[in-house]
T-cell receptor, first 112, second 114 residues
Framework: DQQVKQNSPSLSVQEGRISILNCDYT??????FLWYKKYPAEGPTFLISISSIKDKNEDGRFTVFLNKSAKHLSLHIVPSQPGDSAVYFC???????????FGTGTSLTVIP | DVKVTQSSRYLVKRTGEKVFLECVQDMDHENMFWYRQDPGLGLRLIYF???????EKGDIPEGYSVSREKKERFSLILESASTNQTSMYLC?????????????FGPGTRLTVT
């Protein structure tokens, strides 16, 4: 049973506009959330994270929002660039940090 | 700069063969993980290890085993490869820190079982 879900398999956005990638989870015990970016033929690379004690974390063009009551997080990319085209995975972890649960990924295409 | 390396980028094996996938990390991380990535299913955890000689089953351990004899090396073993094990295999490591648990991934091994 998928505990972390990304319901949009793909997303297309014009260069310069905002990209919003969504992620839902079912386990209220998750307390740490991460976003990874993956290019073809490469392993995922860490992008940004957020602890459950926060509702927002920002790093340059990337912002992650966490809504615990809705069990929902989102990644905002502003402004979107063609180099952002990749598959984005969200992941969640319990306090131990020993096991991560990944979503199925959203393929983002930024159109020049 | 963290580096996670995997022994092969591409591998083709026959049904019934024993397959070894090797992973090495150079950052003295305590935790190491093996995932497989399949279209529409995302990354699914096969096994993880939080210390030498320690291992824990993930979500899909059937048909796989692991070995961690040294801290930097984590091996995934397919005892008798089957066609449904054709997949992309990703190794990852992480340091156990209270502030963050981000994982560092290797480039992946694309395994085809014929």
């Amino acid at each position: 049973d998928q505990q972390v879900k990304q319901n949009s398999p793909s997303l297309s956005v014009q260069e310069g506009r905002i990209s919003i990638l969504n992620c839902d989870y079912t386990n209220s015990m998750f307390d740490y959330f991460l976003w990874y970016k993956k290019y073809p033929a490469e392993g995922p690379t860490f992008l940004i994270s957020i602890s459950s004690i926060k509702d927002k974390n920002e790093d340059g063009r990337f912002t992650v929002f966490l809504n615990k009551s809705a069990k929902h997080l989102s990644l905002h990319i502003v402004p979107s660039q063609p180099g952002d085209s990749a598959v984005y995975f969200c992941a969640a972890s319990l306090n131990t940090g020993n096991q991560f649960y990944f979503g199925t990924g959203t393929s983002l295409t930024v159109i020049p | 700069d963290v580096k996670v390396t995997q022994s092969s980028r591409y591998l083709v094996k026959r049904t019934g063969e024993k397959v070894f996938l090797e992973c090495v990390q150079d950052m003295d991380h305590e935790n190491m993980f093996w995932y497989r990535q399949d279209p529409g299913l995302g990354l699914r955890l096969i096994y993880f290890s939080y210390d030498v000689k320690m291992k824990e089953k993930g979500d899909i351990p059937e048909g796989y085993s692991v070995s961690r004899e040294k801290k930097e090396r984590f091996s995934l073993i397919l005892e008798s490869a089957s066609t449904n094990q054709t997949s992309m295999y990703l190794c990852a490591s992480s340091h156990y820190r209270a502030s963050s648990y981000e994982q560092y991934f290797g480039p992946g091994t694309r395994l085809t079982v014929t």
